[in-house]
């Protein structure tokens, strides 16, 4: 609306030429009509000639003179008229002028504000407009006026009357009859679409090219670095925003140097760590002179994780209460209970469950649940009886233990024999057999990473078996015990019974000697492999044999060796052991072992049993904790 009070009010300004001709019409007619009414008027209030008052001797003249009168009058009276409709004409031809001049330069007008609205519209490409829909509406027989379009501000107070008085909608164009400027609409939505999608085709040419010239790069990069540091086998795949040529695994580096393996293929290359990874570290990985498969320039694709800190389950046991599985950060001040029970004898973690094994009167029980202790469900056991010397494998997805029947004699009952079975507790629990014997295990181990079982019987018989093949026993010789396998090599250290330590080869049968380590600490009770070395326990003793002192030495691939936890002769070692990649060691010491008493279980313990965790690089100890049966070590102590 105008926001000037005192201009008159505009009719609405006809658009097409019938409707202009017939206001035209329509104002010529009503202009004749009050010129008629205004001359009748005329004539009814003209005093009539009073014939009583003129002489008698002049009668004809006076006749002569009202006609003339008369007839002047008439006379006058047209040219009023014709003079009158003469305006009239005029006036409606000047106002139809002006109406289509009006109505040019609204066209005009609207048409300088859509160019101007499609030029500054934001974004360039044109988005669809949603339909209008207005509600229909009865179209009053008077003219509907419209104020015209003014560029003067709108004030506050007409706003306020916009909104509370809202104008009607505006009729709807009638059936069949196409607003005039639709086509052109059409076309120009046509022509800005072709612009437009010819734009996106330039710029993707221009994108694709802009690629081709740098060459590849990382689109996108996938790890566990939870995983990484438990666990040997874990990928780290990095995807290329296109195909890649043949990768060359030497074209590929890691730091800090960790063996490792390559896959590669299409836009991805995946590198498959073969131990578990250090805690608390940044790994970068590097893939040099990296080309598409179309050719282009060379790039190094480049990227980098950072591990989390690591965590270790402890087992503390009671005596005078109840037995408890702690989950522990390396300093100690954030230890966390996650399961407790009268009599816990021992337990298995992996990286997403823990294996319990407790006692009661009855016998054993062993218990499988979350890491936080919660869900937990009971395994089946062969029968009634005891279970110990667990372990689980977690890429074969089994636990396995020893088990002896609770009624066993000379001639009854299973002792000792070793049994496998799922962590899901589907199917029923395996017990290994010999030449179709079930066979008493003296000693056994999972092989890392594999489903595989290493083990001795009371015959002295070192046999391994694949428990995810059929494949059957595979007899490797004889032997005294078994000291450890290492992660990532399908190797076993082992002892045979003349004595010897040898460095087995599970997958062709191959052994060489122990080497040594510089300087040479003596035989050792107990060996334990890591990544890079192994942990040696080694025990000093005087002329009659009796131990005056240990100690756990590291000894690196190379043979050079360097003490960590050293005891006198009032304490024992009873096991150590390295963390899943050798950057730490678990030692558990038994101190004032005279007066540390056993705590009666069915794997006795000194009650009093500290766990000292070192750090392998600077031989520094970390923290000592209350407790054994670190998650680190592969089996319980043996004492």
Request: proline share 7%; aromatic share 4%; glycine share 8%.
């Amino acid at each position: 609306m105008s926001t000037d009070d005192e201009r008159p009010e505009v009719p609405a300004v006809p658009r097409t030429r019938a409707e202009m001709r017939a206001a035209r019409e329509a104002a010529e007619a009503a202009e004749a009509e009050r010129i008629d009414r205004a001359v009748a008027s005329a004539d009814h209030v003209a005093p009539p000639v009073d014939q009583g008052t003129q002489p008698a001797a002049q009668p004809a003249a006076g006749a002569e003179d009202a006609a003339a009168r008369e007839a002047a009058a008439r006379e006058a009276a047209a040219r009023e008229a014709a003079a009158r409709e003469a305006a009239v004409r005029e006036a409606g031809d000047r106002e139809v002028a002006e109406q289509e001049a009006a109505a040019r330069k609204m066209a005009a007008f609207e048409a300088a504000a859509r160019e101007d609205a499609e030029a500054t519209a934001l974004p360039p490409v044109p988005l669809a407009t949603e339909p209008v829909f207005v509600g229909a509406a009865p179209i009053s027989a008077d003219p509907i006026s419209a104020d015209p379009i003014s560029a003067d501000p709108i004030s506050a107070a007409e706003a306020e009357t916009a909104e509370e008085f809202p104008a009607p909608p505006a009729p709807r164009a009638p059936v069949g009859r196409e607003a005039p400027h639709t086509p052109v609409s059409r076309r120009r939505f046509a022509l800005t679409l072709v612009a437009v999608l010819g734009v996106l085709v330039v710029v993707g040419t221009g994108l694709g090219i802009a690629s081709l010239l740098q060459g590849p790069r990382i689109s996108d990069v996938q790890v566990n670095a939870a995983q990484a540091i438990e666990s040997s086998g874990s990928r780290v795949i990095l995807t290329a925003n296109q195909a890649l040529a043949d990768i060359d695994p030497a074209q590929v580096t890691v730091e800090p140097a960790v063996p490792f393996t390559v896959d590669a293929s299409g836009r991805g290359v995946g590198v498959r760590f073969t131990v578990p990874l250090d805690d608390s570290t940044e790994y970068t990985i590097r893939v040099a002179d990296a080309v598409g498969a179309g050719g282009g320039p060379k790039t190094t694709l480049t990227t980098s994780f950072t591990t989390p800190p690591s965590n270790i389950f402890l087992l503390r046991r009671d005596v005078e209460g109840k037995d408890k599985i702690f989950l522990t950060d390396l300093s100690g001040e954030k230890a966390v209970p996650v399961f407790e029970h009268d009599k816990i004898n021992d337990f298995r973690a992996t990286s997403t469950k823990l294996v319990v094994a407790v006692e009661e009167d009855e016998g054993s029980r062993l218990l499988v649940m979350d890491r936080d202790g919660k869900n937990p469900r009971e395994l089946k056991l062969p029968g009634d009886g005891y279970v110990g010397a667990i372990q689980v494998s977690e890429r074969g997805g089994l636990v396995g233990y020893s088990y002896s029947d609770k009624e066993l004699s000379d001639t009854e009952g299973r002792a000792s024999v070793l049994v496998t079975q799922s962590l899901t507790g589907d199917g029923d629990p395996q017990i290994i057999e010999v030449a179709g014997a079930e066979a008493s295990v003296f000693v056994w181990q999972f092989v890392p990473d594999s489903a595989a079982v290493l083990f001795i019987d009371f015959d002295g018989a070192l046999s391994l078996v694949d428990r995810s093949t059929d494949a059957g026993v595979q007899a490797l010789g004889l032997a005294a015990t078994i000291q450890g396998i290492s992660r990532g090599t399908y190797t076993a250290i082992v002892e045979r019974l003349d004595g010897a330590v040898v460095e087995l080869n599970l997958a062709d049968g191959s052994e060489q000697p122990l080497a040594a380590s510089d300087p040479d600490y003596g035989i050792a009770s107990s060996i334990t492999p890591f990544p890079g070395g192994t942990l040696r326990h080694v025990v000093a003793r005087d002329d009659e044999g009796l131990p005056i002192g240990q100690v756990v030495v590291r000894v690196d691939d190379d043979g050079a060796a360097t003490p960590l936890v050293e005891v006198g002769s009032t304490d024992s070692i009873l096991q150590a052991c390295a963390s899943p990649s050798g950057q730490y060691a678990a030692v558990v010491v038994a101190p004032d072992l005279a007066n540390n008493a056993y705590d009666g279980m069915l794997l006795p313990l000194p009650e009093n049993v500290e766990t000292h965790l070192i750090d392998m690089a600077s031989g520094k100890e970390i923290v000592a904790l209350t407790g054994f049966d670190a998650s680190w070590c592969q089996t319980a102590p043996r004492f």
